[in-house]
Every structure is written in C-alpha cells, then in structure tokens.
C-alpha cells in the first residue's frame, strides 16, 4: 500500500532556494518511478520531474537547469532541490509513483496510481 508524505515545502524569496522531500511511508516496488507535480490555483497540474528506477530523470521544461530530482532507494524518499525560483514556481507540489512505464513516461497526475496530499511553496 502506497503513503506518499511530502514535507518540506515554505515560502521563499525570488531567485532563492527550497528542498522538499516525499517519502513513501508504504511499500515501494523496485520498479517504481517517482515525481513531482504541480498545481497553482485555477491550473491544471503540470509534470515537474520524474526519476525513474534505472536513475534517468526527466523535467518539463520550465525547470530545466534550475530543479534537481534525486532518490534515496534505502529511505524510500525522494528530493526536489530547486534553485533560482521564480514567482509563477509558487503552487501545491505533489508526490506521484507508478509501476507502469506509460503512465512515468507521459501520464497525467490523474493516471498515477500513488498521490500524496502535497506541500505548499510560495515565492515572493
């Protein structure tokens, strides 16, 4: 059973820094991708990062060379280190994991089948 629990989510100034943190507090299948999404209000959530089991990583396109997803397998936990952040960075992060590769590739946040309740980043 998947408990995905994020933590680490503030606020910060523009062009600072912040590090949340999710950690599968369930069972976790070796197979399993993990990632971020994002939601500000009125918008759809949109993909940030994905890690997937062999360590590739993918980011969509607004966070290139800015957030950093990395994976700790012995904690069950993964990171999103984000530098240089911008206001429009500021919405809901959530947690995903998913066993099949279509949905880690190119899944919407609806089609994951392990969702945590998120954190909360705002930059100003």
């Known amino acids: 059973h998947v408990q995905l629990v994020e933590s680490g989510g503030g606020s910060v100034q523009v062009g600072g820094s912040l590090r949340i943190s999710c950690e599968d507090t369930?069972?976790?299948?070796?197979?399993?991708?993990m990632g971020w999404f994002r939601q500000a209000p009125g918008k759809e959530p949109e993909r940030v990062a994905i890690?997937?089991?062999?360590?590739?990583?993918y980011y969509g396109d607004f966070v290139k060379g800015r957030f950093t997803i990395s994976q700790d397998k012995a904690k069950n936990t993964i990171y999103l280190q984000m530098e240089y952040m911008k206001p429009e960075d500021s919405a809901m992060y959530y947690c995903?994991?998913?066993?099949?590769?279509?949905?880690?590739?190119?899944?919407?946040?609806?089609?994951?089948?392990?969702r945590g309740q998120g954190t909360q980043v705002t930059v100003s």
């Open positions: 995903a994991t998913d066993t099949r590769y279509g949905v880690c590739s190119s899944g919407a946040w609806s089609s994951y089948s392990g």
């Open positions: 369930g069972y976790t299948y070796s197979n399993d991708c």
């Open positions: 890690i997937y089991p062999d360590g590739r990583t």
